[in-house]
């Protein structure tokens, strides 16, 4: 009789085990959680929580809106973190919770792998062929009111460093459609350029040229820290709608938050290395790397990083080339990515710190210059001072020795300008400056160029060679 009782017993306690591991395996996985303890400016103070530099996290305002955030610092307990959105409404003790679960348990016997994979879960946005011909913000949301994103396609806003030893070295001239450009300052497919200029010089419109000219399978545009005006004019009259059907454009105007300014730069470069590797070559425009270091700059003095070169914090220059060395080429035999990323010079000023980083760590650098902007040069790009660090490896020899007669009696023309205006030059003293008078108008007519003007890069250098009378 014991036994019988023993068994049923048995039996009663395993049909109750088996319903507590049911009831637990469909229960919610553990989460933590914290509480808003302080906002500062821009930066939010949570405790609470332990989470590293870079996860995303959502605060619970009192109303139920959620406000997304990103962990910039932390000391000690607190969490310092940077809103995507505006965070009006927020109150003190708002519940703060890791962006999907990025603090669930980690499982015995492989304790990193979940956090892990939860924090890129955090990081992940929307890529692929269904973003061509639409317009999103710096979280992969559509800006253009025509629907969700058809992808499933996710990509780490972070990618990991690339291997210098893997890529392809840059052997294939690019055609960008700009004569000046193809004859004197050939790009090579693969290649990271500057676009130094101020204010209202026509940089928008070379770019806008570029992206309707150039020989590339994909166009991304990111347009970072513009004015909210620029946006919808550089896609409707400068991209236009032939460009547009072959272009990914992230917008983060000035009126976003820094972190998003950031998010939209790191975001354009992902869409443009997801179609790297998948083979095509891409044209990424950046407009512009000065904002994305402004981005850095207001993050980095926010959370209490000493300012030391006018006012940049160190980490501004630590952001710019691990941004930058993620565009180029790709493995051998795969895609590439030649990048163009505008700077912004502060009263024309060639030295500002972030023009002075940028042409230390970019291929090559193309200088728009006011003085032929102001007397109707298009494009105003200043040969002088401009250079493409890879053209000596993608032209032929005696291409090289026409653009060094061209720069040569360009600049001795340059020189002389002010003698030459006046009327003090009198010919026959200096046989190289009495062939640049000679020739300086045809000079002058290469390099300008109609923004609807299209001249292909076989034509841009029979046009550099007519122009000495030679032959390719």
């Not at 405790?47 to 995303?56: H, I, T, V």
């Not at 570029?210 to 994909?218: K, P, V, W, Y």
């Not at 003090?424 to 009495?434: E, I, K, M, N, S």
Request: with cysteine; proline share 6%; aromatic share 6%.
């Amino acid at each position: 009789m014991s036994r019988i009782l023993d068994n049923v017993h048995a039996e009663s306690w395993r049909g109750f085990l088996e319903d507590c591991r049911r009831l637990a395996s469909g229960a919610a996985p553990y989460q933590m959680s914290g509480r808003l303890t302080r906002i500062n400016g821009l930066v939010m103070e949570a405790a609470g929580l332990k989470l590293s530099l870079g996860a995303g996290c959502r605060i619970v305002a009192p109303g139920g809106a959620i406000v997304e955030a990103e962990v910039v610092g932390f000391s000690g307990e607190k969490l310092f973190m940077m809103p995507t959105d505006d965070v009006y409404g927020l109150a003190p003790g708002a519940l703060v919770l890791p962006m999907e679960g990025a603090q669930r348990r980690p499982v015995a016997g492989n304790r990193m792998e979940p956090r892990r994979r939860a924090m890129d879960r955090a990081k992940h946005v929307p890529v692929g062929f269904p973003l061509l011909g639409r317009v999103v913000d710096g979280n992969g949301r559509p800006l253009d009111g025509l629907g969700p994103l058809e992808t499933q396609n996710t990509r780490s806003l972070h990618s990991r460093a690339f291997n210098p030893l893997l890529r392809a070295p840059i052997e294939r001239s690019l055609d960008v459609g700009i004569r000046a450009i193809n004859s004197l300052l050939t790009v090579g497919r693969g290649q990271r350029l500057g676009l130094f200029a101020g204010s209202g010089v026509g940089k928008s419109v070379l770019l806008g040229m570029m992206a309707r000219f150039t020989s590339a399978e994909i166009i991304v545009v990111g347009l970072i820290g513009e004015r909210g005006r620029e946006v919808k004019e550089f896609i409707e009259q400068i991209l236009g709608a032939e460009g547009m059907k072959r272009s990914v454009v992230v917008a983060a105007p000035a009126d976003t938050s820094p972190l998003m300014r950031l998010q939209g730069a790191a975001y354009a470069t992902t869409v443009a290395e997801y179609f790297r590797n998948e083979g095509r070559h891409v044209l990424l425009i950046m407009d512009s790397l000065t904002r994305y270091a402004m981005a850095q700059r207001e993050i980095a003095l926010a959370i209490g990083e000493p300012p030391v070169t006018r006012g940049y914090p160190p980490s501004v220059f630590a952001r710019l080339p691990q941004l930058v060395e993620r565009a180029g080429n790709g493995p051998e035999g795969g895609g590439s990515i030649t990048a163009f990323y505008t700077v912004l010079t502060e009263g024309d000023d060639q030295q500002d710190p972030i023009a002075d980083a940028a042409r230390a760590i970019l291929d090559g650098h193309f200088v728009l210059n006011r003085n032929l902007a102001d007397a109707g040069h298009y494009p105003a790009i200043d040969i002088e001072q401009s250079i493409s660090r890879a053209m000596h490896g993608l032209i032929k020899p005696t291409h090289l020795d026409l653009v060094r007669r061209f720069k040569q009696l360009y600049s001795r023309y340059q020189r002389s300008r002010d003698l030459i205006s006046v009327g003090a030059y009198t010919p026959g003293g200096d046989p190289v400056l009495d062939q640049a008078v000679l020739m300086y108008p045809k000079l002058e007519a290469l390099l300008q160029q109609g923004m609807n003007e299209r001249s292909n890069f076989e034509d841009s250098v029979l046009a550099l060679h007519r122009l000495f009378d030679q032959t390719p």
